[in-house]
């Protein structure tokens, strides 16, 4: 990782919007444009020039969101409607309960080819969401089991006491939101991101 | 000053900018904010400096363009760009077309009025 450049507060407040939007873009054009718009930061509004050439500067370099759509690759600037983002969105929340398994699987591969997720889109969308609802399907199809493990017995002379071998209620519960929850919050933030174009 | 984007001279500069950075690359080897700014001076090139750098990625990428740190006169380092072999093939096919195309256009603009108008 290169270290910081030294630029004024102003220019270092446009570094910082600058990543931000960059975020969506690959990491090839990525790496070199940031690279590039440090140098030429510290070069034109360094820690020791004045406010009005600092101002002066950012307003000629352009705002970081135009920089950042114009280092787009090709091909995905003019972008259509995003078929293969929301195949993947379906498979990955749906898949498991048509094809199990499979169906999350081939969501997980459209996840990775696209281009309008960032790396952490896609990590969430894979590592949150192994199995999808599916997942909840098959904890439902398990969670009978553990409440038929429900028993009770009385001995001679003895209260009647009951009992459950399994897990207790309050953690099926939450273990179900979770499951319910965590593909719910990453369904929508990987489709915001779609509406961003 | 960076011109404002029109629509038309947008769809204008798509395709052509990058021949003018492989022109002045013709001329010397430039750092960035150098090559930038000397584009940006020149009236409707460029819409803002920063999208230069997009530009010169790619033509680096194609080949069409080295890049390379040089460290002169006790100044900081700095990344040069210059153009290469294929750079000055594509400049030559692009000067031929730009001629072709430019007088094409000049002859349209310049054909006679409507009768009466």
Known sequence: MTPSPRVHPLAERFRRQLRTAARELPARPRRPLLEAIDAHLEEAAGPDATELE??????????????????????T?????????????????????????????????LVLLSTRWTRVDKLLGILVWPGGFGA??????????????FSCSQLAGQPLRCGSSGPPLALVVLLSVVLLGAPLLVLVRLAGRLRGG | ?????????????????????????????RYGLELVRTLAAMDGLVTSEGTVYPLLNRL????????????????????YYAITA??????ARFRADWVR?????????????????
């Open chain 2, 1 to 29: 000053m960076v011109a404002p984007p029109r629509p038309g001279l947008t769809e204008l500069r798509r395709g052509v900018v990058e021949f003018c950075v492989l022109a002045l690359l013709d001329t010397a080897d």
């Open chain 1, 77 to 109: 600037r003019l972008r259509g409607a995003p078929v293969l983002e929301v195949a993947a969105l379906l498979l990955l929340s749906l898949g498991s309960l048509v094809v199990p398994v499979l169906g999350w699987l081939v969501g997980a591969v």
């Open chain 2, 86 to 91: 294929d750079g000055r093939s594509a400049l």
């Open chain 2, 60 to 79: 680096r990428e194609g080949g069409l363009v080295a890049t390379d740190w040089r460290q002169t006169d006790g100044t900081r380092p700095r990344k």
């Open chain 1, 54 to 75: 600092v101002r002066t500067a950012l307003e000629r370099l352009g705002s970081p969101e135009a920089i950042v759509a114009a280092a787009q690759p090709e091909g």
């Open chain 1, 136 to 149: 909840l399907w098959l904890f439902g199809l398990a969670a009978p089991g553990v409440h038929s493990a």
């Open chain 2, 101 to 117: 195309f430019r007088e094409g256009v000049d002859r349209v603009l310049a054909g006679p009025a409507r009768p009466g108008a």
